[in-house]
């Protein structure tokens, strides 16, 4: 069966730290992956992808991704910290029978002062 | 550039009453639209998607419907609410299916 995994429910990190929010899947078929970031009580907003090419992806507001395919991991990384990038933390895969994106519980952020 | 409006923001009805939430999109033609449920400020599920007018497929049982009238018009609907409908509700578009998703503001639903 295809899923995504995000195995901490919670990391929290000290401002100006680097900050690494893990991400693991299992797809058959080339893997499409998704990060989201969700502030409180408002929609997801896209933050990169991977889809093929390099396996550092850049995306918005100073975050990147790392794919790597022998550990079959996504990880979002940034590195440095900061407190406005306290929120929920989305990733996804897509199902590569169905074409929709299997999603993952979510991590909470906290980056503490 | 493409934008998603979705309303309201929040919404309280009494169980038993009718439910009628609004998304569309503006700035693409053709476009792949989703309804989410979010539990808990948590989880997403996947309701309806579209990939066409009047074109929907479901994904779960349950209370509630959705219609595409229009090409960037979905709708999300249910004739009576029930208690277990209360939740965050989103609504997203893609270009195609498989790739990301763009999402509204969402509506906090709450069913007394």
């Known amino acids: 069966a295809q899923s995504v995994a995000q195995p901490e429910d919670q990391v929290k990190v000290a401002e100006g730290n680097p900050l690494t929010v893990k991400c693991t899947y299992s797809?058959?078929?080339?893997?499409?992956l998704f990060w989201y970031v969700q502030y409180p009580n408002r929609g997801l907003q896209f933050l990169l992808k991977?889809?093929?090419?390099d396996n550092l992806v850049k995306g918005s507001y100073g975050f990147e991704a790392e794919f790597n395919k022998s550990q079959t991991s996504f990880h979002l990384k940034k590195p440095s910290a900061l407190v406005s990038d306290s929120a929920l933390y989305f990733c996804?895969?897509?199902?590569?029978?169905?074409?929709?994106?299997?999603w993952g519980a979510g991590t909470k952020l906290i980056i503490k002062p | 550039s493409q934008t998603i409006h979705q309303w309201p923001a929040t919404l309280v009805q009494p169980v038993g009453s009718p439910l009628s939430l609004e998304c569309t999109v503006e700035g693409t033609s053709n476009p792949n639209l989703y309804w989410y449920r979010q539990a808990a400020g948590r989880g997403l599920q996947l309701l309806f998607y579209s990939v066409g007018i009047g074109q929907i497929s479901s994904e779960v049982p349950q209370n509630l419907s959705a219609s595409r009238p229009q090409d960037r018009q979905f709708i999300l609907s249910s004739k009576k609410l029930l208690l277990s409908d209360s939740g965050f509700y989103l609504c997203?578009?893609?270009?195609?299916?498989?790739?990301?998703?763009?999402f509204g503001q969402g509506t906090r639903l709450t069913v007394v």
């Open positions: 797809v058959s078929g080339n893997p499409y």
């Open positions: 996804a895969v897509r199902d590569n029978s169905n074409y929709q994106l299997i």
């Open positions: 991977y889809i093929t090419g």
């Open positions: 997203a578009w893609s270009r195609k299916q498989g790739l990301e998703a763009f």
